[in-house]
């Protein structure tokens, strides 16, 4: 069985499962988006590439030459803050989600450090740059559709090979927008695809590319 990294658990997972690492544009080519939805996305999940790509680099150097990571850990923090910041507003709960997704990206890639180049690739950097974009744009619609008065939300899946049996059966499941999603045997709450906050297990989060629609 994998470790349970919390959020970055996907490294494992990904890599037990055999899945094929997606191009940022085909991770986001079937998806109910528009072109420039898309664009939007493919974007950001190649900025957030570039910022994993320069800090693999450097934590390796940093390893060679035993210095501490503290200002690697703070720089990441920045700069993927900095990147969200575009996209919707960093509160409290947001901040505490990319606090956390460093600490643990740090600690696994640590770990894993001398015993596995994946940990340092490109694949794991355009993975997370997936996955990160996904959920970020899955919160700032879900935001967006409560801000407008949107008071229905309907889950949605790729309808693929790829779609785990706890998503396949919430395809179409549509309830009023203030209520949570109850998905897959471990009973997880959420309120969009790939939330977070209300202590989904990571397992109904990882690899996920399910979206919503809403209406009045």
């Given at each position: 069985?994998?470790?349970?990294?919390?959020?970055?658990?996907?490294?494992?997972?990904?890599?037990l499962?055999?899945?094929?690492?997606?191009?940022?544009?085909?991770?986001?080519?079937n998806?109910?988006?528009?072109?420039?939805?898309?664009?939007?996305?493919?974007?950001?999940?190649?900025?957030?590439?570039?910022?994993?790509?320069?800090?693999?680099?450097?934590?390796?150097?940093?390893?060679?030459?035993?210095?501490?990571?503290?200002?690697?850990?703070?720089?990441?923090?920045?700069e993927?803050?900095?990147?969200?910041?575009?996209?919707?507003?960093?509160?409290?709960?947001?901040?505490?989600?990319?606090?956390?997704?460093?600490?643990?990206?740090?600690?696994?890639?640590?770990?894993?450090?001398?015993?596995?180049?994946?940990?340092?690739?490109?694949?794991?950097?355009?993975?997370?740059?997936?996955?990160?974009?996904?959920?970020?744009?899955?919160?700032?619609?879900?935001?967006?559709?409560?801000?407008?008065?949107?008071t229905?939300?309907?889950?949605?899946?790729?309808?693929d090979?790829?779609?785990?049996?706890?998503?396949?059966?919430?395809?179409?499941?549509?309830?009023?927008?203030?209520?949570?999603?109850?998905?897959?045997?471990?009973?997880?709450?959420?309120?969009?695809?790939?939330?977070?906050?209300?202590?989904?297990?990571?397992?109904?989060?990882?690899?996920?590319?399910?979206?919503?629609?809403?209406?009045?």
């Amino acid at each position: 069985m994998p470790e349970n990294d919390g959020v970055m658990s996907f490294d494992q997972l990904h890599k037990l499962g055999g899945r094929e690492i997606l191009d940022h544009e085909q991770w986001f080519d079937n998806m109910g988006l528009t072109e420039s939805q898309k664009r939007e996305r493919v974007r950001f999940a190649q900025d957030w590439e570039d910022i994993l790509v320069g800090l693999l680099i450097l934590i390796q150097l940093y390893d060679e030459y035993g210095m501490e990571m503290d200002d690697l850990k703070a720089r990441m923090l920045r700069e993927i803050r900095s990147l969200v910041e575009d996209v919707l507003t960093v509160n409290s709960t947001v901040l505490g989600y990319l606090e956390d997704y460093v600490r643990r990206f740090f600690e696994v890639t640590l770990r894993h450090l001398h015993d596995d180049p994946y940990y340092t690739s490109e694949d794991r950097a355009k993975d997370n740059g997936n996955q990160e974009a996904t959920t970020i744009f899955n919160k700032k619609e879900f935001d967006e559709a409560v801000a407008n008065g949107a008071t229905y939300k309907t889950w949605h899946t790729m309808m693929d090979e790829r779609v785990r049996d706890s998503h396949v059966e919430m395809e179409a499941v549509t309830i009023p927008i203030g209520d949570l999603f109850i998905v897959g045997e471990s009973l997880s709450e959420m309120a969009f695809p790939r939330d977070w906050s209300h202590g989904a297990v990571p397992e109904e989060i990882i690899n996920c590319r399910c979206w919503l629609t809403f209406d009045r």
